[in-house]
Structures are given as C-alpha cells and as structure tokens.
C-alpha cells in the first residue's frame, strides 16, 4: 500500500542546518563557463526548485519542514594541491554536497570537469535525493566532483588528485555514511583509487564506492543498468496505453553509455530505431537502424559520423523528426519553447537528466505529448548501484540475470507508485514521481523525530 501524505497540520520541525566544511577560500573560475552552460544550469536548478515547491504544495506539507528538505545537510569544499608529471604543483578546488539522509546513507556521483558549477551541483544533489526515494531505495541524495579538465591530466596525476581529494573527506564519507559513484569524467578507474585510498583508513571496505571495476567488487550488469532500466520504463510506460516495444519508431539523441544500450535493447526487443545522433553528427534512416552495426562503427570512429546504414541529418534536428517515441539522452535543456511545437514525438523518455525544461513541459502537455520523468527513466543505474552495495555488504556476488531480473521488478514497481501518485493528486508523471519522492523523504524525516 502507497504511503499516505503527510498532514499540514504535522508538527514544525526545526531546520537543519547547513554545516559548511571550508579548507581552501578558492573562488570558483567562471570565466571559462559559456552563457548557454550558466543558462542550462541555472535551468536545471530553477526546474528542481519549481518541481519540489510544487510537489509540497499538492502535498500540502508545512512550511518549515519544506525549509529542512531543501537544505543540504552539509557542503565540505576542499583544496587539492598535487605535483604534476613536471613537477610543477597545480591546485584544484574538490567538493562534496550531502543533501539529505533521512532514508540511509547519501548516493551520488563524482564528476571532474572545468566548469564544475556550486549551483548545478546542489540541485544535481537535492535530485539523488528524490530519485533514490522514487526507486524505493534506502539511499538519500549527494554529488561532487573537482573542477578539472580530465583531458589535460595525465593517468598518474588523475591518480594522484583522485587519492588527495579521497584524503581529505575519508571521514565524511563511508559505507552507511555517503556513498559515492562515477559521474562525468570518472569511471570505474577512479572509484578504484578512491577505494584503495579509502581503505588505507579503514580497512578494505569495497561497498564505499560503487561503479567499481568487477575485479575489486563491481556488479555485473552496471554497464548498462542505465539503458537498461529506460528500457524496462518505456515497456511499463507503453503497457499502460495497450502497446509493446515491438513495431514503435524511436528517435535516440545521444549515443553515449545510455543511448547506445537503449538503443540496443529496444532494438532485440523488436522497436524500429530511425534516427540517432550524438557529438560527432547525426543519421536517419525510415526503415530502421541496424544497430549493432551502428555500434561496430561508433566504436571504430568514434561516433556515429559517416555511418553508411543512414543518411546524414542535421543534428538539431534530431528531436523533432517523426517518430513515436523519442529518448534524449544527452544534454540537458534540449526541449525547450522554441523546438517544443515541432516535436512529432507521441511520448519522450527522459533518459537524460533534465532535457526538458518547464516552458517546453507545458506546451507538450497541451499537444497530449506524454512525459516519463528523469526522476524515474533514468534510475536504473542507481538501482543497479545499489544491488552493488547490497553486494558488497553481503560479501555475495549476484549472477547477470539476478541483476536484471531485480531491475525490472523495481522499475515495474516504481513506475505503479508513481501511476498510483498521479491518481490520488490528479498530476502528470512528473508531478506524481516528484510527489512520490517528496513524500517517502518527508515521512522518513518526520518519523525520525527531526521535527523536534
């Protein structure tokens, strides 16, 4: 049975406060931030803010508690200072935001990137928050990462910024404290250097990190948990309305990780993928795409540029080509008021976080476009990281098909609480995840007896 909302009438928790956990006073560099990334990342926050307000409000949670689940419960920014392969000594700025840990220990991933922003950061965190309680799994929300470009680095110096940031927040993070993960510009490498690190403190604590490589306690099936698991909504999703995989035209923007294992399960399982693009350019082809030879020749050049199973498109086209089912799953801020009229699309799965922004929301939902929320189509990697935990914690390795059996039955399930949410506050599947999530994290915080 779904939980009941919290009343209005609960009693006012007190806020909790932000601790902040400052070791270098380094000012963020944004002179290299270009308006159109301060633009998606002011939009990518604007958009979380907006989603949770109105999900308290259907809600109708008090206002102090909507003060408590908003702020972070602690920022830890820290200085980095590595030598290079030069010798030379180059400095860098590592951060960790812990948005909330009312269900269990926090998840979110690390990323290295040059134009790692505070702000997208807090609401990448305060996201984990309500996807992990969307998936119905005992995780609270964080995100991270140093402001690097990864490219200019070398392996042996990534290696030593990797275990200097690990040193400086080995004792805020931790198995059923804060559990990392792989982001932009990380990998299983990574989460590999941060365990070693890690457990130089503690002893040999595998479940500290997940994304691992299988070796060192990875889960098999993590590869492609994310693809997968957009998969398994689009089956749930499309089950609702009396149709299948099978015979659907797909259009897929991005080819990366999730786009390319979507692209490849959709297709056994018997949809018609016409069009795909990613970095390098874009391809179309009516009679259907076959994919894994689009995979061979993505591998080989690295891209899907000059594939000859297609024709070459116009990649800002991509999302507004005819088909029945489009997935973005590449940037965010892709569908926005100006393309949103000319998307042909019957239904968009968000496997990207946030492509949509709320203007292009509104206007979709008055053409009857039908929207499964990021919140919800893309989490079946942190599912999938979790079973890796579980893993861990129980020094027990699951076979592939245990992985991917637990995924569906967990995707199923959560696409029926959030049906069962749009039901009981007559919204759209945005609203009835974000209400979902938002409410399993507010029940957990008032139970917990924080509002005292």
């Avoid at 009941?4 to 806020?15: E, L, M, N």
């Avoid at 299988?214 to 098999?220: A, K, R």
């Avoid at 540029?305 to 297609?310: L, N, V």
Wanted: glycine share 10%; aromatic share 6%; net charge negative.
């Amino acid at each position: 049975m779904l939980e009941t909302p919290i009343a209005p009438t609960t009693p006012s928790p007190t806020i909790r406060c932000s601790s902040s956990i400052i070791v270098a006073d380094l000012e963020w560099n944004w002179t290299s931030s270009s308006s159109q990334s301060c633009e998606a990342t002011m939009n990518a926050l604007v958009a979380t803010n907006r989603n949770f307000k109105l999900a308290v409000r259907l809600l109708g949670l008090d206002s102090k508690l909507e003060k408590s689940l908003l702020i972070p419960f602690r920022e830890i920014k820290v200085e980095c200072t590595i030598p290079k392969d030069d010798g030379t000594l180059a400095s860098f700025v590592g951060f960790r935001v812990q948005h909330d840990n009312a269900r269990g220990p926090m998840k979110g991933g690390i990323r290295y990137h040059q134009e790692v922003d505070p702000d997208e950061v807090n609401a990448l965190a305060q996201l984990m928050t309500w996807k992990t309680a969307v998936a119905n799994i005992p995780y609270g929300g964080a995100k991270g990462g140093i402001g690097c470009n990864p490219g200019d680095l070398s392996v042996s110096e990534l290696e030593r910024l990797t275990r200097v940031f690990t040193q400086k927040i080995h004792d805020l993070i931790g198995i059923h404290t804060d559990v990392p993960a792989p982001d932009m510009g990380t990998g299983p490498q990574t989460m590999a250097w941060i365990l070693d690190e890690y457990s130089k403190f503690h002893g040999y604590s595998p479940a500290v990190v997940t994304g691992k490589p299988i070796d060192l306690g990875g889960s098999l099936g993590r590869d492609a948990a994310t693809g997968r698991g957009v998969l398994f909504a689009t089956e749930a999703l499309l089950n609702e309305y009396g149709k299948s995989i099978s015979g659907q035209r797909f259009v897929i923007q991005g080819f990366g990780n999730v786009g390319s294992w979507a692209a490849q399960l959709i297709s056994e399982q018997g949809g018609k993928i016409v069009a795909v693009s990613d970095i390098t350019g874009a391809i179309k082809n009516k009679n259907g795409i076959h994919i894994p030879s689009l995979l061979k020749h993505a591998k080989e050049h690295k891209g899907v540029k000059g594939f000859h199973g297609g024709d070459p498109i116009d990649p800002k086209s991509i999302l507004v080509e005819d088909c029945d089912i489009l997935i973005p799953a590449a940037l965010g801020g892709v569908i926005n008021r100006e393309n949103a009229n000319e998307i042909k699309a019957k239904f968009i799965i968000e496997a990207a976080n946030h492509p949509t922004d709320p203007e292009a929301d509104e206007i979709l939902s008055k053409k009857g476009v039908v929207i499964l929320p990021d919140i919800y189509a893309n989490s079946g990697g942190v599912t999938v990281s979790y079973f890796e935990w579980v893993q861990n914690i129980q020094g027990f390795l699951w076979d592939e098909e245990k992985v991917n059996t637990e995924l569906k039955t967990y995707m199923t399930k959560g696409f029926k609480d959030v049906k069962e949410m749009c039901k009981a506050h007559n919204c759209d599947l945005r609203m009835g995840a974000f209400t979902l999530g938002v409410n399993r994290v507010a029940r957990a915080t008032v139970l917990r007896g924080w509002e005292a």
